[in-house]
């Protein structure tokens, strides 16, 4: 069977979390291909609420948005059991960002508070360089509370590379931008008008670069969407409910007492058959099956996250596992997939203090 400690030590997890709350930063974990099990190996707390992760083209290296009032970005790089910090941590000229993505040789920052997105200069040795380039969005919702202005929570490149997709909770719509890759300017090109109120958060593609969904935070519906990489344009052609009845290992429909479902993260499998919702406050993975085709996602299920408040759920880029980041529980628990029906089931946990995300790397 070989050396299973071995086999871990050559993939490598890292979890974000919010120091605010209680968390250690950066948690760079061992991941047991056999078994899916993360193993604790170190953390590092020097940049302030690190909630999101990616990472980059330099090998060994991956970037961490820091959720702060400021706002800022840093470079790490693999050392040892943990990460060491690649150069100064970099504004990224917007307000509680909490997102981020590479479009290289750019690092594009999503800034929920200040409601804009970014772009950073990646140096050839994978380090952060300002100033930004900012474009910010303007708008609002019909939710005086949470849409009284603009809140773009994700920015993504497309499969084509073309365009940058942004995520905006307070305008109800998705911006879709070309990037200059000489200047890093972002350029508005379209945007798509989502249902008044849905507040959406996040958008993950189908295999087929040809399908994207829209998971919705303030209303629990998943928007699937035609994509355009031609053109440059996103078309809503259905909104799903993502429906929360009672099912083996599952709460009901109103959750866990009086909370509201806020769906918060979404995974799409690599063989385009079946895709995951985290639900916050129900505390659920719900499962969709594209059976019917890549438009007509049908729900196939929900089981308990394991734990409370799903902030981020990532599937494993080697096995089909899915691991809920618990943010309110402090724990990321992993799940094993079953390949006929797609339901997930539970498999272990790894205590983190106020977890916000999880990235393969």
Do not use: K
Not at 162 to 191: A, F, I, K
């Amino acid at each position: 069977m070989g050396d299973r400690t071995a086999d871990a030590a050559e993939h490598r997890v890292y979890i974000g979390s919010f120091t605010s709350s209680g968390g250690r930063g950066i948690t760079t974990a061992a991941l047991d291909p056999e078994t899916g099990a993360l193993t604790e190996l170190s953390t590092t707390d020097v940049l302030a609420d690190p909630s999101y992760l990616v990472e980059g083209v330099h090998e060994g290296v991956l970037y961490a948005v820091s959720e702060s009032a400021e706002g800022a970005a840093g470079a790490f790089v693999a050392e040892g059991r943990g990460l060491r910090l690649l150069g100064a941590p970099v504004p990224v000229g917007g307000a509680g960002p909490t997102h981020l993505d590479v479009a290289w040789p750019w690092l594009l920052t999503a800034h929920y508070t200040s409601g804009g997105v970014g772009a950073l200069a990646i140096a050839d040795d994978g380090s952060l360089t300002g100033p930004p380039h900012v474009l910010h969005h303007r708008g609002s919702g019909p939710d005086p509370a949470r849409q009284e202005g603009p809140h773009a929570h994700h920015v993504l490149a497309d499969p084509s590379l073309n365009w940058v997709l942004s995520v905006d909770l307070g305008t109800d719509s998705v911006r879709v931008c070309s990037l200059d890759e000489h200047t890093g300017t972002l350029r508005p090109h379209s945007e798509t008008a989502l249902t008044p109120g849905n507040g959406p958060r996040h958008l993950a593609f189908h295999p087929d670069g040809e399908v994207a969904y829209v998971v919705n935070e303030l209303r629990p519906l998943l928007t699937v969407c035609r994509w355009d990489a031609e053109a440059g344009t996103l078309e809503p052609v259905a909104e799903v409910p993502i429906a929360l009845e009672p099912a083996p290992g599952a709460v009901p429909e109103a959750g866990r007492g009086d909370v509201r479902a806020y769906p918060s993260a979404i995974a799409v499998a690599r063989d385009g058959r079946f895709v995951w919702v985290a639900v916050r406050g129900a505390d659920v993975l719900v499962t969709f099956s594209l059976a019917g085709g890549a438009e007509e996602p049908r729900r196939a299920g929900a089981v308990d996250c394991g734990g409370r408040w799903p902030r981020d759920l990532a599937l494993d880029v080697w096995r089909d596992r899915l691991y809920a980041a618990n943010e309110h529980s402090g724990d990321v628990t992993w799940f094993d997939v079953d390949p006929a029906t797609g339901q997930p089931r539970r498999a272990g946990s790894l205590p983190v203090p106020a977890a916000t995300c999880v990235l393969f790397a």
